[in-house]
């Protein structure tokens, strides 16, 4: 069963900081890993998709890369404003590419 | 083109009642999803479609029902509404292309009292 893993749980920072979130899961036999962002009391938005096949994908500024081998994402965010301030959630598509699974999120404050 | 809808976005049931969640896409993607996320937590997947006509159990399927008739439309039902089952949830759509990623609803938030 695949598990997913997200740290840190919460993340308090300064604006301006770069930052990066880390997501970890155990069956690396994954089609997809997609990055969400969730607002308070809102739903999730998608921010970044990889493909098993890539490294890398980039938006703005955010990065995210994916290793499939060692069962590891990173979510690079690059001069961290107030307004990125929101849980960021990790989920990785199996290989049918029919379910996601999610990690528990990473709470992230950024404060002016 | 809308997305996903669901409604209602907010609902109080009493112990006991059923309830329909609705869910609509306008995307024609074949697959779609109920999540639900309880305070504090990710998301748990309690049914999934990969077409009309088809659907499967996931994590967390006790005390739910689905049913696809259709591409657009993928109905949750709670039959004995249980205060375990105050949550949000989530419906979700995606293509059967590799290259594109989920689309979620904005929710409905079900308390059950």
């Known amino acids: 069963k695949q598990e997913v893993t997200q740290i840190p749980a919460a993340l308090s920072v300064p604006e301006g900081e770069n930052l990066v979130l880390n997501c970890s899961f155990t069956?690396?036999?994954?089609?997809?890993l997609q990055w969400f962002r969730q607002d308070p009391g809102k739903g999730l938005t998608s921010l970044l998709l990889?493909?098993?096949?890539?490294r890398e994908q980039t938006s703005g500024r955010l990065n995210a890369s994916l290793d499939k081998s060692s069962g590891r994402s990173t979510l690079y965010i690059a001069a961290s404003q107030p307004g990125d301030s929101a849980t960021y959630l990790c989920a990785v598509i199996e290989t049918s590419g029919s379910r996601l699974t999610f990690g528990e999120g990473t709470q992230l404050t950024v404060n002016p | 083109n809308a997305g996903v809808t669901q409604t209602p976005k907010f609902r109080i049931l009493k112990i006991g009642q059923s309830m329909t969640l609705q869910c609509a896409q306008d995307m024609n993607h074949n697959y779609m999803y109920w999540y639900r996320q309880d305070p504090g937590m990710g998301l748990k997947l309690i049914y999934y479609s990969v077409g009309a006509g088809i659907t499967d159990k996931g994590e967390v399927p006790n005390g739910y029902n689905v049913s696809r008739s259709t591409t657009e439309d993928f109905p949750l039902r709670l039959e004995l509404a249980a205060p375990s089952q105050t949550s949000v949830y989530f419906c979700?759509?995606?293509?059967?292309?590799?290259?594109?990623?989920?689309?979620f609803g904005s929710g409905t938030r079900l308390t059950v009292v």
């Open positions: 069956d690396s036999a994954i089609y997809n």
């Open positions: 990889i493909q098993s096949s890539q």
């Open positions: 979700a759509a995606k293509t059967g292309s590799r290259g594109y990623g989920y689309t």
